[in-house]
């Protein structure tokens, strides 16, 4: 077993994510989660800050996790470094005095420390607190929901997420344009669809081009399609900047931009046997469709009126991507019922606050649902 240390505020979305990653994935405290088994994903994981093999589970109190310390089969040589967390400052714990008291532990059995380059570090995660059910409009409500809890997590790290987010602000990027999304959001969302390496993945309406950054970060081949080309244009000088040769860090993934338009894409219908003929990008079958639909407040979109985009956007992705497939449609409202309408099956839907005047509707659609059928939640 695993514990997991989530991150950001929405811990239902937060495990969603961490789906990606690992499997059976369950909420257990407020920014807590334990998984049964781990991927290396784990590194690329946007809300998820590490994963711990876990020792134990016990009372958020620094003599329970002693004590569990004190009893656990510890099969491991080397030094050791001990890491204490309050997740939230929710428990009130002295982190301090934990790491001094569980330390003090591994030495009595015999372990030396080195806080500067352990060979094992042990977490000591605490958790106190009632689990909150987030802003969902249609999701999987964690069973813990509502429930006060009071947990620790033992145990050695594992996996930790590489949160390097900040260094590739929009603001920061070759090009740019206002209203540009987060890449610890963006991260999130090409996670959900299920990028990765030897995924290919499509944003048809691809703006600067953040998820498609992140997608490929994450190593899937990636294609944009937007229909103004200072866009196509801007877009390709960030890829370039993040996903080629000469890009600092970074492993070169396939990568491209074409003008296009959304309802119209310039991808072949793709077949149910997991291949994609004579695509004008000459590539194989779409995995995944991910885009950040133009907000209400919005005026300019091409020569379509909103509902009339999205919805056509939705078909095109319903037509590209393979059977099995997903597709994330963030918006700035629930697109539910256009997406049944399309064929989609709706798996969850997440109202994410942005600031005051906007929240996100984050829509995860899968599956082969005929077209005008209703779906349950």
């Excluded at 405290?29 to 088994?37: D, H, V």
């Excluded at 103004?228 to 970074?250: F, P």
């Excluded at 003929?277 to 779409?286: A, I, N, Y």
Aim: proline share 4%.
């Amino acid at each position: 077993m695993y514990g997991l240390e989530l991150a950001g505020e929405q811990d239902a979305f937060a495990v969603y994510e961490a789906k990606s990653a690992a499997a059976g994935v369950e909420l257990v405290a407020p920014g807590l989660a334990t998984a049964g088994s781990i991927t290396d994903r784990v590194e690329t994981l946007a809300y998820t800050r590490r994963a711990i093999e876990l020792l134990g589970r016990t009372d958020a109190d620094v003599e329970s996790a002693r004590a569990l310390l004190r009893a656990a089969p510890i099969e491991r040589e080397g030094t050791v470094a001990v890491r204490a967390r309050d997740v939230r400052g929710s428990s009130g714990i002295s982190t301090q005095r934990a790491q001094r008291e569980l330390g003090s532990v591994l030495v009595d059995r015999g372990f030396a420390v080195d806080l500067e380059e352990p060979d094992h570090v042990l977490y000591v995660l605490f958790s106190s607190g009632e689990v909150e059910a987030d802003e969902i409009a249609l999701g999987r409500v964690p069973d813990v929901v509502g429930d006060s809890l009071d947990v620790c997590l033992v145990g050695w790290l594992a996996a930790e997420s590489t949160r390097d987010f900040t260094e590739r602000k929009p603001t920061d990027r070759p090009f740019f344009q206002p209203g540009s999304m987060a890449p610890i959001d963006a991260r999130a969302y090409v996670n959900v669809a299920g990028a990765g390496p030897g995924r290919f993945v499509v944003d048809p309406m691809c703006g600067t081009g953040g998820l498609l950054i992140e997608g490929g970060l994450v190593g899937a081949r990636v294609l944009g399609v937007d229909v103004q080309e200072k866009m196509v244009r801007g877009t390709k000088r960030n890829l370039e900047s993040y996903l080629s040769d000469s890009a600092s860090s970074t492993t070169s993934v396939e990568f491209g931009v074409v003008r296009g338009d959304a309802t119209a894409l310039p991808l072949c219908d793709s077949d149910d046997t997991g291949t994609q003929t004579g695509t004008q990008t000459d590539t194989d079958t779409v995995d995944a469709v991910v885009f950040d639909a133009p907000y209400g407040r919005q005026s300019k979109i091409a020569r379509h009126e909103l509902a009339e985009l999205v919805e056509g956007a939705l078909a095109e992705a319903k037509r590209v991507c393979r059977s099995d497939g997903r597709t994330v449609l963030v918006a700035d409202r629930s697109w539910r019922e256009a997406a049944i309408s399309a064929g989609w099956e709706v798996d969850a839907v997440f109202c994410r606050p942005v600031h005051r005047s906007l929240d996100r509707y984050v829509h995860v659609l899968t599956g082969a649902a005929e077209p005008g059928r209703e779906n349950s939640p």
